[in-house]
T-cell receptor
Framework: DTGVSQDPRHKITKRGQNVTFRCDPI?????LYWYRQTLGQGPEFLTY????????KSRLLSDRFSAERPKGSFSTLEIQRTEQGDSAMYLC?????????????FGDGTRLSIL | AQTVTQSQPEMSVQEAETVTLSCTYD???????LFWYKQPPSRQMILVIR??????QNATENRFSVNFQKAAKSFSLKISDSQLGDAAMYFC????????????FGKGITLSVRP
């Protein structure tokens, strides 16, 4: 069990640029979640995958955001035309079962800073 | 919609003493789970303890225990024999039972431990 891995740890970019983050869940965890955490706040749910299927999306996930999980393994989260308000920590989590039966395991997160 | 409220932004405790972190929540569901997560500075979020709503007995994990008051919708965390390594942000979180996927977090509380 190597834990949830996220890359990069930090990303600094200029407003208007596109960015992509990667998440590698714990092996054999079929369920993968993305959250966003702004300074002084708790994480907020963005989206959920069961294997390769994106089954739930938050209203926070605007049209500029897209997430994929090809082949049901790693996942990517892309933000197009970044804005100042996108600055946050993006957290990925995975679990072997959906719901509360198995707690979600979190990665270290990717901290995004928009200049 | 479910909400989780942590009204204390910061708390401090002397090493070896006991501290209680408060959390209230609001839900219309009868089946749900509650969690406390710990997030040390620049490190990943880890699960501290969880409570199933249908269980009347309060959960305990070594030095960590909860006071779950279902009628009052209160879920506090007690840390006994506080250690320097307990210093972190603590988040209270909720997830509905069944096939729900998303955790709803409170704003968190920053706990400092004085040597």
């Amino acid at each position: 069990d190597t834990g949830v891995s996220q890359d990069p740890r930090h990303k600094i970019t200029k407003r208007g640029q596109n960015v992509t983050f990667r998440c590698d869940p714990i092996s054999e965890h079929n369920h993968l979640y993305w959250y966003r955490q702004t300074l002084g706040q708790g994480p907020e749910f963005l989206t959920y995958f069961q294997n390769e299927a994106q089954l739930e999306k938050s209203r926070l996930l605007s049209d500029r955001f897209s997430a994929e999980r090809p082949k049901g393994s790693f996942s990517t989260l892309e933000i197009q035309r970044t804005e100042q308000g996108d600055s946050a920590m993006y957290l990925c989590a995975s679990s072997p079962l959906k719901g509360a039966y198995q707690p979600q395991h979190f990665g270290d997160g990717t901290r995004l800073s928009i200049l | 919609a479910q909400t989780v409220t942590q009204s204390q932004p910061e708390m401090s405790v002397q090493e070896a003493e006991t501290v209680t972190l408060s959390c209230t929540y609001d839900t219309s569901e009868s089946d749900y789970y509650l969690f406390w997560y710990k997030q040390p500075p620049s490190r990943q979020m880890i699960l501290v303890i969880r409570q199933e709503a249908y269980k009347q007995q309060n959960a305990t994990e070594n030095r960590f225990s909860v006071n779950f008051q279902k009628a009052a919708k209160s879920f506090s965390l007690k840390i006994s024999d506080s250690q320097l390594g307990d210093a972190a942000m603590y988040f209270c979180a909720y997830i509905g039972g069944g096939a729900n996927s998303k955790l709803t977090f409170g704003k968190g509380i920053t706990l400092s431990v004085r040597p």
